[in-house]
């Protein structure tokens, strides 16, 4: 690298607790992260149990005799044949756990969010431009 390429910013002396700051900034921008991700996961989950919920529903108005109808099921590795009621009340009771666990998700994003919005601040009034926080999306 030539001299002209670098630029001297001088000495910038960083406290323990700065560190500290920095260090838990991280932690929870990878929370963060992670959070969001597993998010949209279980969005897309709860988008494919809604679409299953209406095939199963079109597939009932369709069949003959709901007795005779059975629907594959997957539970774990194994797929299950279920009558339309049994698979019914499966997908109801999977789209419920999902809305609980999406809500709960939301929550720990929107705290997360806030502390880590509240984090850059203390870090930026204590460091000013000697440290940067943004990602590159």
């Known amino acids: 690298m030539s001299a002209a390429n670098f630029k001297d910013y001088g000495v910038v002396h960083i406290k323990h607790e700065d560190q500290q700051r920095i260090c838990l900034f991280a932690r929870m921008q990878a929370t963060l992260t992670e959070t969001r991700e597993e998010l949209e996961s279980k969005k897309k989950l709860?988008?494919?149990v809604l679409e299953a919920i209406q095939?199963?529903?079109e597939a009932s108005l369709l069949a003959d005799d709901d007795a005779e109808l059975?629907?594959?099921?997957?539970?774990g590795d194994v797929f299950v044949h279920l009558n339309a009621e049994e698979a019914q009340e499966s997908l109801s009771r999977r789209k419920t756990?999902?809305?609980?666990?999406?809500?709960?998700?939301?929550?720990?994003a929107?705290?997360?969010?806030q502390d880590v919005g509240r984090t850059r601040v203390e870090l930026y009034?204590?460091?000013g431009t000697n440290?940067?926080?943004?990602?590159?999306?």
Do not use: G
């Open 97 to 108: 756990s999902l809305e609980t666990e999406m809500a709960s998700l939301e929550t720990k």
């Open 125 to 127: 009034k204590a460091l």
């Open 110 to 113: 929107d705290q997360l969010e």
């Open 55 to 57: 095939q199963v529903e």
């Open 70 to 75: 059975t629907i594959p099921f997957e539970l």
């Open 46 to 48: 709860y988008e494919n």
């Open 131 to 137: 440290i940067c926080l943004d990602l590159d999306d």
